[in-house]
Structures are given as C-alpha cells and as structure tokens.
C-alpha cells in the first residue's frame, strides 16, 4: 500500500463535501452488519464516490544492461531493424517515458490516498483526478512494497 498527499485536496476534503465521508457512521453503527445487495452497493458505491480518484503517472524506463552494447541475434537478417530505424533512428533507446494509470481512495482530511505501489513506484510525477474532473499534483509520502 502506498499514501500519497496533495495540498490542494485537503481544501477540497475539508470544504468541499459538507461532513467527511469517514465521520459519517458512529461507535457501534461501523460494527453493525449489513445485507449486502444491489442496491444497498448502488447506495454506497454512490456516496463514496468523491472519495476515490485516477492517479496518472509518468515514468522513465531505462534500457535494462544486459541489452546495451549487444548486438542482434539475428545478424544482418534483424526483422526489427526497420522498425527500430523507422521509429527510433537507429537501435532501441536507452531511456524513454512512459505513463501509467491506476487508482486510489482519499482517506482523510489531510489528503491522504491509499493506492498500490505499482501504480507510483519510480513515478517522476503524480497527477491526481477527482470525480469533479479537478487535478492536482501530489508526492508519495510512504510505501510497503512487499504489500503492494
């Protein structure tokens, strides 16, 4: 599990909604079971929505060692020559961008987001979408990468 945060959200959490979505149920009220149907998930599904966001994510993949230097399998006879040349210039890159997308849930006041590892890890930036289509830069503040 991973935390991320963004000053902007907190505005937003603490101004934005009336009473926070976590102080809406009390003492024994969390403990009580509920019948779980579709329309008992419908109803929650919607209530919680504005607490879940899209996190976008750019990276940057470097060319793994063993394939720097090297020349093709292939020969002279590389069916990805041209693709490569045609694309590229030439040889594969050594480092490239790449973007990612994956999702989380606000978690309190402060604008905090639990996510997985995998959707932030070596992230160079972090953009954070809300349901209202808002976005806001946010950090990673914490990770457990054997947790994901």
Same mark, same amino acid.
């Given at each position: ?37 579709? *329309? @008992?998930? /419908? ?11 899209? #996190?976008? &994510?750019?990276?940057? %993949? ?34 490239? *961008? @790449?973007? /990612? ?11 905090? #987001?639990? &996510?997985?590892?995998? %959707? ?29």
């Amino acid at each position: 599990m991973l935390i991320i945060t963004t000053v902007a959200l907190l505005s937003l959490i603490t101004t934005g909604w009336g009473e926070p979505l976590w102080k809406t149920l009390e003492g024994s009220e969390r403990r009580k079971q509920i019948k779980i149907t579709s *329309e @008992t998930f /419908s109803k929650l599904a919607e209530k919680l929505k504005p607490a879940v966001v899209n #996190i976008s &994510t750019t990276q940057v %993949v470097k060319q793994h060692p063993f394939f720097k230097g090297r020349p093709s399998p292939f020969g002279e006879q590389d069916p990805f020559r041209e693709f490569f040349e045609r694309f590229f210039g030439g040889e594969m890159p050594r480092e490239f *961008e @790449t973007r /990612s997308l994956g999702s989380g849930f606000i978690i309190n006041e402060e604008g905090y #987001i639990v &996510t997985n590892n995998h %959707v932030v890890e070596n992230a160079k930036e972090i953009i954070v979408a809300l349901s209202d289509k808002k976005e806001y830069n946010a950090e990673v503040i914490g990770r457990d990468k054997k947790t994901d």
